[in-house]
């Protein structure tokens, strides 16, 4: 039994022998995942291993997207000192702290640098000597200026990367990439130590107010951060393409991914029995708000990119929608649209739908689903550079996905056996655990 203030809590907060459990499932299901996709992806030709490569940015991508959306979660709450979600905080604070095991794994994407058989990055041999002297034959297949329209030449196409040389290359990629990583993993950790340090620090409020206080700045590097990383790690797959939006696009489906993982992370505790006095139907209704919000942004900004590009129709920035419009790429398009927008904006429209917590968790592993087909949609179509071929998706994209996922699953867990799953003292708890929606 706890006190907070006048609050008196009885539920049961610890992981307990979950955590120990969930360490070795996370373990497994990356071992296998990861050990089954390098199998089947880097022991065949050279087209098998850029295919395992591009899958492989996308599994990565989706996880660290998970993990990033947990830490706008933390510091936009700390930032507006809200109170309704207190009680999900800590849960938070273990997905963003899952990040250093995710982003160790994502250093992997540094191999194809080194692979004369692999071209992730087409900008790196277009700025090599080899490239300046004719040499740039992609490794599966086509040069550079396949993923152009006829509207822009070969030579107009290497005249542009050239001109982006000073940002993209690859000393510059690495460094900027370890630097990411640092960044994010030192965010996660000081969070989620001081929130920690909080449950045994009795009525102080001594960490609540130096966690506000780097909140408010860490929003400024959070935004910074992330849409560099958007950029190098997606954007400048199609190394002439470029969206002055492409940031916001990418944090609006992290933030999007963010709540709907912590909806299914609250309902699987409370089918074990934590946490089910201190998470109920009104902290189920606004995680569902945010939701539907951030389903309706998402949909907002990527109508946006769309409207703006396809207006000023300028050949470096529309052969992106156009080779999304090839064969295959076109019904994933639609799907997109159709199963990533129109239905989850009109589902969670109803107030039933957010304050059913079994209904909210269905929608939350479907939305999860459509924002790894989002990440697939901006990725794969630079795999063979928008040729028209069979579709990509297969045993590869799943295993890899599983893989991180028991990434995700094993960072999370290596944190919640060190702390209770609920940050016991914190002084807005007491009126967290009294919030009614209207």
Known sequence: MTSNHNLTLTGDYQAGDLAPRMKRLGLLLAALGLGAGAAMGLTGD?????????????AFCFALTIGLGGMFFILIGHVVNTHWNVSLRRLAE????????????????????????VEIWQWDSINSSEAHAGENVGAHGGDASDSLSDKLDHAEHEHIVQKKAAYLNRNGFIFRLLGYFLIWAWIGRFFLSKSAAQDTAGDSIDNVLRMKKVAAPMIFVFALTLSFAAFDLIMSLDETWFSTIFGVYIFAGSFLAANCWLVIMSKWLQARGKMTDVINTEHYHDLGKWMFAFTFFWGYIAFSQFMLIWYANIP????????????????????????????????????????????????????????????????????????????PF?????????????????GIAR??????????NDPLLAKCLGHKNL
């Open 46 to 58: 050279a087209d098998a291993k850029t295919h395992f490569w591009f899958a492989y940015l996308v």
């Open 94 to 117: 273990l997905t963003m702290g899952a990040l250093p095991v995710v982003c160790l794994f994502g250093l992997a994407m540094l191999l194809p640098f080194f692979d004369h058989d």
């Open 316 to 391: 470096e920035e529309t052969h992106f929608y156009m080779n999304r419009t090839l064969g295959m790429w076109q019904n994933y398009s639609y799907l997109l649209m159709v199963g990533a927008f129109f239905f989850p904006f009109l589902a969670l429209l109803s107030r039933h739908v957010k304050r059913s917590t079994n209904v909210l968790c269905g929608m939350a592993i479907y939305i999860l689903a459509m924002r790894y087909l989002d990440l697939y949609w901006l990725i794969m179509p630079n795999y063979h550079r928008g040729e028209v071929i069979d579709n």
């Open 394 to 410: 297969g045993l590869v994209e799943i295993s890899l996905a599983v893989g991180f996922i028991g990434l995700l699953i094993f």
């Open 415 to 424: 944190n919640a056996g060190k702390q209770s799953l609920l940050p016991l």
